[in-house]
């Protein structure tokens, strides 16, 4: 998860979607609430919202040539309220926070193969993602299908963010892809070191407050993302004094 979480996150930051990498997390909740209703798996629920949400973003942003940022803002509020009115009380707190209890088998090896499906797409799809960053019209010219290669990233971004519900919840897990990528970004000097950089702070971010959490009587996901976070600010003192 912190691997994928690490490398989509790079990407993101470089596309300019810090905040609405945040926001998009939260379009698991409706999926997380009608699972819960139904007595489904709730990573089940959250990852088919996500689905649903990315699509319908995408078919948005092509069809009316809206700000993506904008378009995942209006999803988000309406994925928010939704999901509040079908979750409540401890229900809908698991579902913010993550409830960080051990995974069956069937789902470790789910988790395990999205993970490697996300780790797989970027890096196969890393040069593409670089010129259509850069220059969509290049991109095309060097037979990209530009459009493709977007919808192909939001639905990483989406698989990547379904990866942490469990532990992190949908108010953390946008935390996790963005943090450690913006950290970062203010330490490396290529994308090659960014991705390095990323992957490495998510994992250690994630392995430490996992360890951690049980010691000190917290709850892991709060602490994973408050490593992460201490990581960035001692980062900037870093590349400061340098």
């Known amino acids: 998860m912190a691997v994928a979480a690490g490398l989509v996150g790079s990407f993101a930051v470089m596309r300019r979607m810090t905040l609405a990498s945040d926001a998009i997390s939260h379009v698991a909740l409706p999926g997380i609430g009608l699972a819960l209703a ?3 798996n709730p ?4 990852l088919a919202a996500l689905f649903v949400g990315t699509v319908l973003v995408w078919v948005t942003e092509h069809e009316t040539r809206l700000p993506t940022e904008a378009i995942i803002g209006v999803v988000f509020s309406a994925a928010l309220a939704l999901g509040s009115m079908l979750a409540s009380g401890d229900e ?3 579902a913010l ?7 069956g088998g069937a789902e470790t090896i789910l988790g395990l193969a999205g993970a490697a499906l996300v780790i797989v797409f970027v890096l196969w799809a890393r040069n593409a993602l670089v010129i259509a960053l850069v220059s969509p019209d290049l991109a095309r010219t060097a037979g990209v299908r530009v459009e493709r290669l977007n919808l192909l ?3 990483a971004f ?3 963010v379904a990866l ?3 532990y992190l919840g949908v108010l953390l897990m946008g935390s996790l892809i963005i943090i450690p990528a913006t950290t970062a970004k203010h330490l490396a000097r290529s994308l090659r070191g960014m991705q390095t950089a990323s992957v490495a702070i998510a994992v250690a971010a994630t392995i ?3 360890l951690a959490a049980p010691a000190l009587g917290l709850e892991s996901g709060p602490l994973v993302i408050t490593i992460a976070a201490t990581i960035f600010f001692v980062s900037l003192l870093v590349r400061r004094e340098a």
Not at 43 to 46: F, M
Not at 97 to 103: D, E, M, N
């Open 38 to 40: 139904f007595g489904v």
């Open 43 to 46: 990573v089940l629920g959250g």
């Open 92 to 94: 809908l707190i698991e």
């Open 97 to 103: 926070f993550g409830t960080p209890r051990a995974a």
């Open 153 to 155: 990233f939001l639905l």
């Open 158 to 160: 989406a698989l990547a």
């Open 164 to 166: 942490g519900l469990r």
């Open 208 to 210: 430490a407050g996992s």
